[in-house]
T-cell receptor
Framework: DAGVIQSPRHEVTEMGQEVTLRCKPI?????LFWYRQTMMRGLELLIY????????DSGMPEDRFSAKMPNASFSTLKIQPSEPRDSAVYFC?????????????FGPGTRLTVT | EDKVVQSPLSLVVHEGDTVTLNCSYE??????LLWYKQEKKAPTFLFML??SGIEKKSGRLSSILDKKELFSILNITATQTGDSAVYLC???????????WGLGTSLAVNP
């Protein structure tokens, strides 16, 4: 199994630009989570989906952030417009009801730098 | 508000030492406590605990949960440089698969 796949691995952009992060969960997994990790705040859950439906987006910082999951094998997290305070590592994770409860498998992350 | 607090925030030891990492939690509808290891990449799963007093073991790592006092500890014996990482603790609540994460303990094992 290829594991959770994220792209790009690194993104450097200027303030005000649109950023799109991509995630392919493990095949057969029915939960998908988007996290942001910083030194100050640790791992923060932004949004998660169950069977492609957003369940909880209370962690999305503001309207500049949006996430979609058009099908079971693809999700995007978009930031528009980006700001320097959005600089962080963004992780995608997936899990399955058939596995260990709550165990989440993480992708390699996207390191975003907004200048 | 739900929260998970880990201590210490960082720790430096020598190879061969034994370390104990602490995790306390206040999680509504608590179900499980999970430990993850994060090297310079994505977190990887170590243990999940749901019952008090039952120790989980994997080689030199072991963990135990106290649901009365709302804490868990992760022990690492005979530490090696490869144990250097951030150790994350998370609480699982309800049926929604959501995890509440601590900030982590950064462990450095020196040769």
């Amino acid at each position: 199994d290829a594991g959770v796949i994220q792209s790009p691995r690194h993104e450097v952009t200027e303030m005000g630009q649109e950023v799109t992060l991509r995630c392919k969960p493990i095949s057969g997994h029915d939960y998908l989570f988007w996290y942001r990790q910083t030194m100050m705040r640790g791992l923060e859950l932004l949004i998660y989906f169950n069977n492609n439906v957003p369940i909880d987006d209370s962690g999305m910082p503001e309207d500049r952030f949006s996430a979609k999951m058009p099908n079971a094998s693809f999700s995007t997290l978009k930031i528009q417009p980006s700001e320097p305070r959005d600089s962080a590592v963004y992780f995608c994770a997936s899990s399955t009801v058939a596995g260990v409860p709550y165990e989440q498998y993480f992708g390699p992350g996207t390191r975003l730098t907004v200048t | 508000e739900d929260k998970v607090v880990q201590s210490p925030l960082s720790l430096v030891v020598h190879e061969g030492d034994t370390v104990t990492l602490n995790c306390s939690y206040e999680v509504t509808n608590f179900r499980s406590l999970l430990w993850y290891k994060q090297e310079k990449k994505a977190p990887t799963f170590l243990f999940m605990l749901t019952s008090s007093g039952i120790e989980k073991k994997s080689g030199r790592l072991s963990s135990i949960l106290d649901k009365k006092e709302l804490f868990s500890i992760l022990n690492i014996t005979a530490t090696q440089t490869g144990d250097s990482a951030v150790y994350l603790c998370a609480g699982g609540a309800g049926n929604n698969r959501k995890l509440i994460w601590g900030l982590g303990t950064s462990l450095a094992v020196n040769p």
